[in-house]
Nanobody, 122 residues
């Protein structure tokens, strides 16, 4: 089955950096879109942080433009989120998301990882 596994979260001081990674495993045919969402403590719903298509087109939440960079390695079915100049407001659980075309499902299906915690303290 398809699994998304995130890594790279942690605790960092204001102004610091973190790099999140997410590996998609399974019998993948294509990943049209991969993205990162965040959920702040005690808040709903998850909010889009950044997304990247298989063609390399990206979009970002206004709050992270100029600070975060999303990228992907198609050969490794991996998406990254480089997070610089972190602020306390960036604190939250970061979820990996992917539109997946695989041998198990008909069409494209959305999959989520379990999340990785990012905590920024001042």
């Amino acid at each position: 089955q398809v699994q998304l596994v995130e890594s790279g979260g942690g605790v960092v001081q204001v102004g610091g950096s973190l790099r999140l990674s997410c590996v998609v495993s399974g019998r993948i045919l294509s990943l049209p879109k991969m993205a990162w969402y965040s959920q702040a403590p005690g808040k709903q719903p998850r909010e889009l942080v950044a997304a990247v298509t298989s063609a390399g087109d990206t979009n970002y939440a206004d709050s992270v433009k100029g600070r975060f960079t999303i990228s992907r390695d198609n050969a490794k079915n991996t998406v990254y989120l480089q997070m610089n100049s972190l602020e306390p407001e960036d604190t939250g659980l970061y979820y990996c998301y992917a539109d997946v075309m695989n041998v198990y499902d008909i069409g494209i299906r959305a999959y989520w990882g379990r999340g990785t915690q990012v905590t920024v303290f001042s």
